[in-house]
């Protein structure tokens, strides 16, 4: 069978003890920032991108992968033992969870995370190898057309799952795509305000751009709120293995959690932190069992499902981009941008050019959650400790990580300069409530897009009828044009307001 | 006219700017036409979207009503200005400013300005907390950038190494 040789030869390439390291790495990496509230994936995924220069690509990507999916296990820890999201992914996690160490049970919580975390994982990679083929073949039918459609499709989806306003995301989605245009335009040559800066002629680093707002920019408007004390459970975490009843309640919670958490991930937009909104509306819609915690004072299922979910998207949020060469989220959106600079492009060829990293990759994901149970349940201690450095000492280390690391990616002060702006930028943003995640995205697919439409118009003369009246891009219109409706419609607008106002 | 939602009204207009900017310069290069798509054209489209999309957006803020008005608040002047600045300072401090006739001084150097003037920028400030911290990343930062990595960067001021 095909599928058991393709994870055989990406279990060869991710057993060699180079790969096992760099997988463990990004994963103690990925738990860490996870752990450390006020730093999130993206942020740590462009800090490291410079590093990884000098590595093999199938480490680089390993390694940053296993950031991210590292980050989804270490957030529940703080969730659950701080009361404070150490992940976006995990903030309906904190509602139970905390409750849960409240009483005393803090073991069976993070026992129920990690082992739900790792169950969803393992059959998100499943469901990664065994679609990726398929859907890559699908990618081969597909022209210029057809790739703007899917773009157009993508970021619709993005802006339709984002949280807030809906015409605040398309702004930023539109703000991104501008962004992206800046420098040479690759079929005539010439330098798109760029302002006679020679650093701008190749396009503001995307690098730059994800840190200064994700980084600088959250930095600042966390240490422009008032400083406050939150009870932590630093003492030993007892009994960790949940007893026979917990585990009678989990399990349908993880399995639920674990396929709504792999279908909203392949989504554009999808992936970790909407997964586990989905996955805890759900089982709050489920009726309780009879002498069972009600959800809000503890309930196991309230931190089995969303943690399971987010996991699980979190997985197979990556079959767009190695499938398609599209990112669903900003994460995969720096993925992207690791692979061009590995000299890897993104999109469906990858499987057939580079069978090793492709299969590598997804093969060492399993291996990665594997790691990831022992390093987050046998080990909590050692994150716990982590949970008592005071955010004094973490901010100053964090700028310094970004200036230098902004500064390796081209050698030149010009970078630092242009992280600084955006960290002004992304506090701009953080003031007026604008979500900055569509921007990455929208930035990484500008470039992409233009060329897909200066392709598709070239192709059709000039006649923009092209996109509806090919039948595989007209369907992918229509569905971004569903999804926009069905968001509209004034039922499904107030739900939507309010799931992601209440939690 | 009452502005119902400051924190629309102002993303309003900061996106109508920025899309009227972008579409303004757009037009300097050559747009061409749909099937001859010159380097102006995608942005051109762009803008005006942004432009109308921002145009809604302040139309919106000034008649849909919100609960508490979606003030903007305060702006944290003092944690922008150590935190920028400490990367500024960190910046000049290791390239140097030929221009300004500014002398590379090297990582360490701005190790310890970067901790120092982005520590000023949190909650409490300890003189010794924060050297030790600058101090520790300084080694640190050596260990593994220059020594482990071997990323190419001036380490100590050009005046003593050359």
């Known amino acids: 069978m095909d599928l058991i040789s393709n994870l055989s030869l990406g279990f060869s390439v991710a057993f060699t003890p180079i790969n096992l390291l760099y997988c463990l790495l990004g994963c103690i990496l990925g738990t860490l920032i996870g752990v450390l509230p006020g730093i999130g994936p993206v942020a740590t995924i462009a800090m490291l991108l410079p590093a990884t220069y000098a590595l093999p690509p199938v480490s680089a990507l390993i390694m940053l992968a296993g950031i991210y999916y590292g980050a989804q296990y270490g957030g529940s820890t703080t969730a659950i033992l701080v009361n404070l999201p150490g992940e976006s992914s995990s903030v309906v996690t904190v509602i139970d969870g905390y409750q849960m160490a409240r009483k005393g049970r803090a073991g069976p919580a993070l026992a129920a995370a990690g082992l739900g975390s790792f169950f969803a994982g393992s059959v998100g990679t499943l469901i990664l190898a065994a679609f990726a083929p398929p859907l890559t073949e699908v990618a081969f039918k597909f022209g210029p057309a057809e790739y703007f459609s899917l773009m157009i499709l993508g970021l619709i989806g993005a802006v339709v799952l984002a949280s807030g306003s809906l015409l605040k995301a398309i702004a930023m989605i539109v703000l991104g795509l501008l962004l992206g245009l800046v420098g040479t335009d690759v079929n005539s040559g010439v330098a798109r305000f760029s302002f006679d800066i020679p650093e701008l002629t190749d396009g503001i680093g995307f690098v730059a751009i994800a840190m200064g707002v994700f980084g600088y920019g959250e930095i600042i408007a966390n240490l422009a709120q008032p400083e406050d004390q939150r009870e932590v459970f630093t003492g030993k975490v007892e009994g960790l293995f949940p007893t026979k009843e917990d585990f009678k309640r989990m399990l349908p919670a993880v399995l639920r959690g674990t396929a709504l958490g792999a279908s909203l991930g392949i989504l554009p937009g999808g992936g970790a932190l909407l997964a586990a909104f989905a996955a805890y509306t759900i089982e709050k819609k489920t009726k309780l069992h009879p002498g069972e915690v009600p959800f809000g004072k503890g309930n196991i299922r309230g931190v089995a499902a969303p943690e399971s979910a987010n996991n699980a998207g979190a997985q197979t949020s990556f079959i767009p981009l190695l499938t398609l060469g599209i990112p669903p989220n900003a994460v995969m959106a720096l993925m992207v941008g690791a692979m061009t600079i590995h000299n890897i492009q993104p999109g469906p060829q990858v499987m057939t050019s580079n069978p090793e990293l492709f299969w590598g990759l997804i093969a060492s994901m399993w291996l990665g959650n594997a790691m990831l149970v022992i390093l987050n349940l046998p080990l909590i201690g050692m994150w716990i400790k982590l949970l008592t450095v005071p955010y004094k000492y973490l901010f100053p280390s964090i700028v310094l990580f970004c200036a230098i690391g902004v500064y390796s990616t081209n050698n030149n002060t010009f970078d630092i300069w242009m992280v600084g702006i955006f960290g002004f930028v992304g506090y701009l943003f953080y003031k007026l409530g604008c979500e900055p995640a569509p921007l990455l995205l929208g930035f990484i697919l500008g470039p992409m897009m233009e060329e897909n439409l200066r392709r598709a118009l070239l192709l059709s003369r000039g006649d923009w009828s092209v996109f509806v009246t090919r039948p595989l891009s007209a369907g992918l219109l229509a569905a971004a044009a569903l999804l926009l409706i069905i968001v509209l419609l004034p039922a499904v607008k107030n739900k939507r307001e309010e799931a992601f106002v209440e939690e | ?162």
């Open chain 2, 1 to 162: 006219m009452k502005i119902k939602s400051q924190k629309d009204f102002f993303s309003g207009l900061m996106f109508m700017g920025v899309g009227v900017a972008f579409a303004w310069g757009a037009t300097n290069y050559t747009v061409g036409t749909g099937a001859r798509m010159g380097p102006g054209y995608f942005p051109l489209m762009l803008g005006i979207v942004m432009t109308v999309i921002g145009a809604l957006m302040t139309f919106f803020a000034l008649t849909v009503e919100t609960v508490d008005g979606a003030k903007i608040g305060k702006w944290a002047w003092r944690q922008v200005g150590y935190i920028l600045g400490a990367n500024f300072a960190f910046g000049v401090l290791l390239g140097g400013l030929p221009s300004l006739g500014i002398p590379a001084m090297g990582l360490i150097v701005g190790i310890y300005a970067l901790v120092l003037i982005s520590s000023l920028a949190g909650h409490s400030f300890n003189l010794k907390q924060v050297l030790i911290l600058a101090t520790v990343l300084a080694i640190g930062s050596y260990l593994a950038f220059i020594w482990a990595l071997k990323l190419q960067m001036q380490v100590w001021p050009t005046f003593i190494t050359g």
